[in-house]
């Protein structure tokens, strides 16, 4: 009786003990992206200001620095108002159908290689995933709904056109975004991300003495262009943010949303963008690899912390990239946009995979 | 812990009967609803649903090829056409019922009875072999894709671009083309003049 038990509680403890890193990881993951949504806003509007020769927020904290604090309350305490002339379910389900998807994509990205903690691995990565960049796809395409059902239950015209714009936009670069990472996918062998960040890891030989590490920028250099170029369209920043062109449409999809409702749509954007960052980051820029780290003799744990914070950095600048392109390009004309997708981006994206293709088989082929 | 060790064996058939069920709710809303917007969110539903069974059979990159596809581009343009049309409640009318619609239920729940288990005789054995680790895999798809069913493969992307030229004719049926010569519309002259003559004033 006694010796069950004993079983029955190790097995619990390993139970335990299975578990806990990934909890620890899903609540530090969460936690990681929601914060750095909240801080994005604020960088957001403090380099905006210093593009434009403004000082910013810097009233709420040091530097402004509780800025992001003070909104979110302002945004939980203003009064939820429904509009009467709108459709009620689809109304209050769109804000959700927008931040959900958002806050699933990014569980498949690497970010970091793994640690050894009490004779376990733990793999730095929420889930890895073997389809990782499918499931990304396959996320971001169930954004849009949250868009579309907004324009569409706010019954307003401007709502309306929003989402119409919205409909159109992510489903032409959607098609883009995928097609354009087919070209790396073909050069890596695989879709599980860590596989991708690992096979970055490796290195050319220059001259003798020069390593190159085998990022996917000097591999897909076009590939890159062309994904930048549709992760902007894909996640509605300028120059492409058409569904919700303020000068046009007044707020766009989200024109009858306030307080904690917009709030999401806002989180929704923003989060988003981190995805998409961190995930050029992964396809074209080796993860959280560090180049020339190998030859510093570090221990295992100390380069994986290290690699977490450099592909933390690779993030942040995309992340500024995206503020910088932002406050600096004007906005697309719409019939600009859709030829620029058709007519542009596309044929661009199938004349790199097959360019790919045709370079791999050539350099493959058994002699 | 024996309430732990059970649930999660059970685990893949609750998630089953879950999904299908929302599965074939979203199916029956899809058919009843008079709002166009409320049947295509719920071919959302069914969708989706269906891609959470395709993860339960271990098929993932069926599953997101399915979300892909059908929840991310074709239900969009569905929407994308009802959004564009906006009809008001008065022009969608209301709901009426006629004897077709009852027959088409009548037919539909005697499948559904004719599936049961029951009724349909003893299931199947099922094989407790485990499956292969590379099933369902990305790599797997392709190979029968582009090997074993090459040839329907490449007969859909026919049969899509003829739909896509039919769209097209559809779309700008109002506008005549400028008569350029090509041997079939010459062949075709040669066989239908005594028609054409007879329609010509």
Redesign the interface.
């Known amino acids: 009786m006694e010796g069950g038990v004993g079983i029955?509680s190790h097995?619990?403890m390993d139970?335990i003990l299975d578990l806990l890193p990934i909890l620890v990881k899903m609540l530090v993951g969460f936690f990681v992206v929601l914060t750095t949504t909240a801080y994005l806003t604020l960088a957001e509007r403090k380099f905006s200001a210093y593009m434009q020769d403004r000082i910013g927020p810097n009233r709420v904290g040091p530097f402004g620095l509780l800025q992001p604090l003070a909104d979110g309350v302002k945004f939980i305490f203003k009064e939820d108002v429904v509009p009467n002339h709108v459709h009620k379910v689809?109304y209050i389900a769109a804000p959700a159908l927008m931040l959900v998807p958002a806050l699933l994509g990014y569980v498949v990205i690497p970010f970091g290689d793994s640690i050894e903690l009490f004779g376990r691995t733990i793999t730095l990565q929420i889930a890895d995933?073997?389809?990782g960049i499918?499931?990304i796809?396959?996320?971001?395409?169930?954004s849009?709904?949250g868009l579309?059902?907004a324009?569409?239950a706010s019954n307003n015209k401007y709502s309306?056109l929003g989402?119409?714009r919205a409909?159109?936009q992510?489903?032409s670069y959607?098609?883009t975004l995928?097609l354009s990472v087919v070209g790396a996918l073909l050069v890596y062998g695989t879709?599980n991300l860590r596989q991708i960040v690992l096979h970055q890891t490796e290195y050319w030989t220059l001259f003798g003495s020069i390593q190159v590490p085998h990022w996917g920028i000097f591999l897909q250099p076009l590939g890159f262009v062309l994904f930048l170029i549709s992760a902007f369209a894909e996640s509605n920043r300028l120059p492409f943010d058409l569904p919700e062109a303020e000068n046009e449409l007044v707020g766009g999809y989200h024109t009858e949303y306030g307080s904690m409702k917009f709030a999401m749509f806002f989180m929704g954007e923003y989060t988003g963008m981190i995805t998409i960052s961190a995930l050029t980051v992964t396809f074209f820029f080796g993860g959280w690899h560090i180049p020339w780290i190998e030859h510093a003799g570090l221990t295992h744990n100390v380069v994986a912390a290290l690699g977490v914070l450099a592909f933390l950095a690779k993030t942040a600048c995309f992340l500024f990239l995206f503020i910088w392109v932002r406050w600096t390009l004007p906005r697309f004309r719409y019939d600009q946009l859709m030829s620029l997708s058709w007519k542009g981006v596309f044929p661009a994206a199938l004349l790199n995979v097959f360019g790919t293709a045709l370079c791999l088989y050539v350099l493959r082929r058994p002699m | 812990m024996i309430i732990l060790q059970t649930l999660s064996a059970r685990l893949p058939d609750i998630l089953f009967y879950l999904f299908a069920g929302l599965s074939l709710i979203g199916a029956v809303q899809v058919l009843c609803r008079r709002n166009p917007m409320n049947a295509a969110v719920s071919m959302v539903v069914t969708v989706l649903s269906i891609a959470v069974l395709y993860i339960l059979l271990s098929a993932y990159f069926i599953a997101a090829a399915q979300m892909i596809v059908y929840a991310g581009a074709i239900v969009v343009l569905f929407i994308f056409v009802i959004m564009l049309l906006n009809l008001s409640a008065k022009e969608i009318g209301r709901r009426r019922y006629t004897l077709f619609k009852a027959f088409a239920a009548f037919v539909a729940a005697a499948v559904g009875v004719s599936l049961l288990p029951g009724v349909r005789g003893a299931p199947r054995a099922i094989s407790e072999q485990p499956i292969d680790p590379s099933f369902g895999s990305a790599k797997t798809v392709g190979r029968l894709l582009f090997g074993e069913f090459l040839l329907p493969f490449e007969l859909t992307s026919i049969l899509i671009l003829a739909a896509m030229v039919a769209g097209v004719v559809l779309a700008k049926r109002d506008i005549t083309p400028n008569r350029t010569f090509s041997p079939v519309d010459a062949i075709l002259d040669l066989l239908l003049k005594s028609d054409r003559k007879d329609k010509s004033p």
């Open positions: 029955e097995l619990f139970l689809f995933v073997d389809i499918l499931y796809l396959a996320i971001g395409g169930l849009v709904y579309f059902m324009g569409w309306l989402g119409l409909s159109a992510m489903v959607e098609l995928g879709a």
